[in-house]
C-alpha cells in the first residue's frame, strides 16, 4: 500500500482519542475546536452563528473543437468575500493541469495526452495584469493549484475581479472522469475552466493539489456560460438552456416541451432524426447559452451521433416543481434504453422518501460515456450488460446530486461523506426496483473481506493521504456505506431518514464536515452515539463476533456471544434443535455500548444440534468462530 508517511502518526493520534468534543471520545481536531470556539459550526449539527462561505459569479465564453479536442475560452470571476478574515491572497484550481508534464499524480496517463499545461493569458485582477514581476503576482504557475498574490486585499464584504483567457487540449485517449467516447467525437467535458478554490471556516484556502483519486471541493456559484462548438454538434449541459429556438428544429422543440410535461419516455432525437438532418437548424456553428445558479460547477456533453430520450417527474409536491430527465446515448448502447426511466424513478425514490428532500435540480442528464462520474445536473455513465447493473449505477451517480452538489462536503478530505453514503442510499433505488434482490450483500461482504488488512486505516485520516487506489476505495465506498447501513439497522429506518433529512435541510449549498453529520444525528434523534462513531470512523480495527459457551443457569439455557473485534455490528443467531425447530434471535449494535460480551436466553426444555451466527449483511472480519454443533 502506497500511504504518505505521516498518515500512520495521525492515525495513532485518531485512535488514542485525542482532545474531546463536548465530552465525547473522539478526536476533533484543533481546526474544528477553533471553528466552534468562534461560532460558526455548533455542537448541536446545527450552522453556527458566525458561519460564512464565499461564492462567486463566472460569465464564461468558451470555443470548442470537437474533433481536435482543442478549448478555448474567456472568463471574468467576481468572487465575494463573505468571511471576516482579509484575503491577501487567492488560489486559483487548474484541474486540467493533471494532464501537465512533470505534474504529482497518484497514477500513471501514459505519454500520450500530456501536454505543457493550460495555457493562461492576460490574468488579471481588478484589471490590473498578473505576471512574474509586479503585484499581482502569480506565485506559482504549474499543477492544479496557483496562487495569486494580490496588491490589494479582499477585505471582508469586499468583491474581487479575475479575467483570463485560456487554452487546453483536452485528453482523447485518457478518460478520468471524463472524456472522448463511442465512435466519432462524442464528449463528456468537465473540469474544463480555471475557478477560485474554497476559502472555509475551518482550514482556510484549499490548497491541496488534484492528484486523481481524491475528488473534490467547491463553494456554489452562479454561471452564464456561452458555448460555441460546430453547427452539427448538439449540447447538454448543467444549468438551463436559454436559447433553444436558435438551434433546433420545431419537430425537436415540440418534443422537448413534452418531455418536460409527462412522466412517459418522450424519443426526442431518435437515429431517423439524424440519418434526415431534422435536429439542428443549418448554421456552421452555433453558440448555446446556459445559466444555472447556486451549482458548484459546470459541465457538459456534445454528440452529432447520440440519441436522446426524454421524461420528467414532479419532485415538489407543494410547488410544483418538475425535474427535466434526460438520456443520451449511442444507438448501439446495451442498457442506456432503460436510464431515462431508472433516472426518473431513482429521483423520485430519492425525493419522497430515501432523502425526504425534493430533487434540487431542474434537470438530470445521463450521458452515455464510460465508467460513472457525478456532476451537478449531469452524469457520466457507460454501459452495463444487467438491469441490476443499470439501475445501480443510474441510482448512485444521481444520488451524488444530493451528496456532494446539494451537500458539499470536501472530498479530499473526506471522501466517505459522499461516497458512502451514495454506497449505501441508492441500494435502497435498487432493493425497491428489483424485486427479492438482496442489494446490501455485496457492499457490507466487500468490507467484511478487507476488513482489518494492512491497506485499511480510520476514515477520519484524510482520503488525499491515500494515493493507493484499491485502499482508497475500502476507506471511500466499503466501510462507510457498511457503518452508514448498519447505522440505519442501529436507530431504524424512520428515525434514520429523519436524521438524514435534517442534516440535508441544515447542510443544504453549505460545507458541512462529518461531525456536523455526527451531532445532527445526536440532536435530532436525543441520543448519544459517540460509542458507534468512535470505532467505525476513528479506529482502526474490524468487526469480529463469535459463538461463546453454551452453559445453563438454574433452568435456563443461554449462549454466550463475545465482542473479539472492535467495530460494533448486530447479533443475528441461528438455533438449530434436535427436533428439526429452529430459533432466530437477534440483538441490536448497541448491546455492545458497555459490554464485549451478551448472554441470550434459549429454549431450555430441547437440544441444541446446532448455533450458527451471521447474516449477510452483517459483516464479519472472521466467520470461523460463528459456529457451534
Given at each position: 500500500m502506497i500511504v504518505r508517511y505521516f498518515v500512520v502518526a495521525l492515525a495513532?493520534?485518531?485512535?488514542?482519542?485525542?482532545?474531546?468534543?463536548?465530552?465525547?471520545?473522539?478526536?476533533?481536531?484543533?481546526?474544528?475546536?477553533?471553528?466552534?470556539?468562534?461560532?460558526?459550526?455548533?455542537?448541536?449539527?446545527?450552522?453556527?452563528?458566525?458561519?460564512?462561505?464565499?461564492?462567486?459569479?463566472?460569465d464564461i465564453d468558451a470555443r470548442f473543437e470537437p474533433e481536435s479536442g482543442e478549448l478555448r475560452g474567456e472568463q471574468i470571476i467576481a468572487y465575494r468575500n463573505?468571511?471576516?478574515?482579509?484575503?491577501?491572497?487567492?488560489?486559483?484550481?487548474?484541474?486540467?493541469?493533471i494532464f501537465q508534464k512533470g505534474v504529482e499524480r497518484d497514477f500513471d496517463v501514459g505519454p500520450v495526452d500530456l501536454h505543457d499545461g493550460v495555457e493562461i493569458e492576460n490574468l488579471r485582477v481588478n484589471g490590473e495584469k498578473v505576471d512574474g514581476s509586479g503585484i499581482p503576482r502569480l506565485l506559482n504557475g504549474r499543477g492544479t493549484i496557483q496562487t495569486i498574490r494580490l496588491a490589494d486585499p479582499v477585505l471582508p464584504g469586499e468583491q474581487v475581479n479575475v479575467s483570463m483567457r485560456w487554452k487546453v487540449q483536452l485528453p482523447q485517449h485518457v478518460a478520468i472522469r471524463m472524456g472522448q467516447y463511442g465512435k466519432g467525437h462524442n464528449w463528456f467535458v468537465a473540469y474544463w475552466y480555471p475557478h477560485i478554490s474554497v476559502y472555509d471556516d475551518v482550514y482556510g484556502w484549499d490548497t491541496h493539489p488534484f492528484t486523481g483519486s481524491a475528488e473534490f471541493y467547491y463553494d456554489f456559484n452562479d454561471y452564464e456560460v456561452r458555448l460555441t462548438v460546430p453547427g452539427d454538434y448538439m449540447v447538454w449541459a448543467t444549468g438551463i438552456l436559454q436559447n433553444p429556438e436558435e438551434h433546433y428544429q420545431g419537430n425537436i422543440l415540440s418534443r422537448i416541451s413534452?418531455?418536460?410535461?409527462?412522466?412517459?419516455?418522450?424519443?426526442?432525437?431518435?437515429?431517423?432524426?439524424?440519418?434526415?438532418?431534422?435536429?439542428?437548424?443549418?448554421?456552421?456553428?452555433?453558440?448555446?447559452?446556459?445559466?444555472?445558479?447556486?451549482?458548484?460547477?459546470?459541465?457538459?456533453?456534445?454528440?452529432?451521433?447520440?440519441?436522446?430520450?426524454?421524461?420528467?417527474l414532479e419532485v415538489?409536491?407543494?410547488?410544483?416543481?418538475?425535474?427535466?430527465?434526460?438520456?443520451?446515448?449511442d444507438t448501439s448502447s446495451?442498457?442506456?434504453?432503460?436510464?431515462?426511466?431508472?433516472?426518473?424513478?431513482?429521483?423520485?425514490?430519492?425525493?419522497?422518501?430515501?432523502?425526504?428532500?425534493?430533487?434540487?435540480?431542474?434537470?438530470?442528464?445521463?450521458?452515455n460515456g464510460s465508467g460513472g462520474m457525478e456532476f451537478p445536473m449531469m452524469i457520466n455513465d457507460g454501459d452495463v450488460s444487467s438491469y441490476q447493473g443499470t439501475v445501480h449505477l443510474t441510482a448512485h451517480e444521481i444520488g451524488h446530486n444530493y451528496f456532494p452538489f446539494y451537500v458539499m462536503t470536501n472530498e479530499s478530505y473526506y471522501a466517505f461523506m459522499d461516497e458512502g453514503l451514495i454506497s449505501f442510499l441508492p441500494r435502497i433505488v435498487e432493493e425497491k426496483m428489483i424485486e427479492g434482490f438482496n442489494p446490501f450483500e455485496s457492499l457490507v461482504q466487500g468490507y467484511a473481506f478487507n476488513a482489518g488488512n494492512g491497506m485499511e486505516v480510520p476514515l477520519m485520516v484524510k482520503s488525499y493521504m491515500l494515493s493507493d487506489y484499491a485502499a482508497y476505495r475500502i476507506h471511500a465506498y466499503q466501510r462507510p456505506g457498511t457503518a452508514f447501513y448498519h447505522l440505519r439497522e442501529l436507530v431504524g429506518e424512520e428515525d434514520f431518514h429523519k436524521a438524514l433529512r435534517a442534516y440535508i435541510i441544515r447542510w443544504a449549498k453549505k460545507?458541512?464536515?462529518?461531525?456536523?453529520?455526527?451531532?445532527?444525528?445526536?440532536?435530532?434523534?436525543?441520543?448519544?452515539?459517540?460509542?458507534?462513531?468512535?470505532?467505525?470512523?476513528?479506529?482502526?480495527?474490524?468487526?469480529?463476533?463469535?459463538?461463546?459457551?453454551?452453559?445453563?443457569?438454574?433452568?435456563?439455557?443461554?449462549?454466550?456471544i463475545l465482542k473479539k473485534g472492535?467495530?460494533?455490528?448486530?447479533?443475528?443467531?441461528?438455533?438449530?434443535?434436535?427436533?428439526?425447530?429452529?430459533?432466530?434471535?437477534?440483538?441490536?449494535?448497541?448491546?455492545?455500548?458497555?459490554?464485549?460480551?451478551?448472554?441470550?436466553?434459549?429454549?431450555?426444555?430441547?437440544?441444541?444440534r446446532k448455533i450458527q451466527l451471521g447474516h449477510a449483511n452483517i459483516p464479519d472480519a472472521f466467520p470461523n468462530n460463528n459456529t457451534y454443533e
Open positions: 495513532g493520534v485518531l485512535f488514542a482519542g485525542g482532545l474531546q468534543a463536548q465530552e465525547k471520545d473522539f478526536f476533533l481536531p484543533r481546526e474544528l475546536q477553533k471553528a466552534y470556539q468562534q461560532e460558526t459550526r455548533s455542537y448541536t449539527g446545527v450552522p453556527g452563528e458566525n458561519y460564512f462561505q464565499n461564492t462567486a459569479d463566472y463573505n468571511s471576516p478574515d482579509t484575503l491577501k491572497n487567492l488560489v486559483m484550481r487548474v484541474f486540467m493541469n413534452q418531455a418536460k410535461r409527462t412522466e412517459e419516455v418522450v424519443p426526442i432525437v431518435t437515429a431517423e432524426d439524424l440519418e434526415k438532418e431534422s435536429v439542428l437548424k443549418d448554421r456552421r456553428q452555433h453558440t448555446w447559452h446556459f445559466t444555472a445558479s447556486q451549482v458548484p460547477d459546470f459541465s457538459f456533453a456534445v454528440s452529432k451521433k447520440y440519441i436522446w430520450d426524454g421524461t420528467s415538489d409536491h407543494q410547488t410544483g416543481r418538475r425535474t427535466f430527465v434526460s438520456a443520451v446515448y446495451v442498457d442506456f434504453h432503460q436510464v431515462a426511466e431508472v433516472s426518473r424513478e431513482s429521483i423520485r425514490m430519492f425525493s419522497e422518501e430515501i432523502m425526504g428532500v425534493p430533487f434540487a435540480y431542474p434537470k438530470l442528464t445521463a450521458f460545507h458541512p464536515t462529518p461531525y456536523d453529520f455526527f451531532y445532527t444525528c445526536e440532536d435530532v434523534l436525543d441520543r448519544d452515539l459517540g460509542w458507534f462513531w468512535k470505532p467505525w470512523f476513528f479506529e482502526f480495527g474490524y468487526p469480529d463476533l463469535a459463538v461463546g459457551k453454551l452453559h445453563t443457569s438454574g433452568s435456563g439455557q443461554y449462549i454466550n472492535n467495530i460494533p455490528v448486530p447479533i443475528h443467531l441461528t438455533v438449530i434443535y434436535n427436533d428439526g425447530s429452529k430459533e432466530v434471535i437477534e440483538r441490536s449494535a448497541e448491546v455492545w455500548k458497555t459490554s464485549s460480551q451478551h448472554h441470550i436466553a434459549v429454549d431450555a426444555g430441547k437440544d441444541i
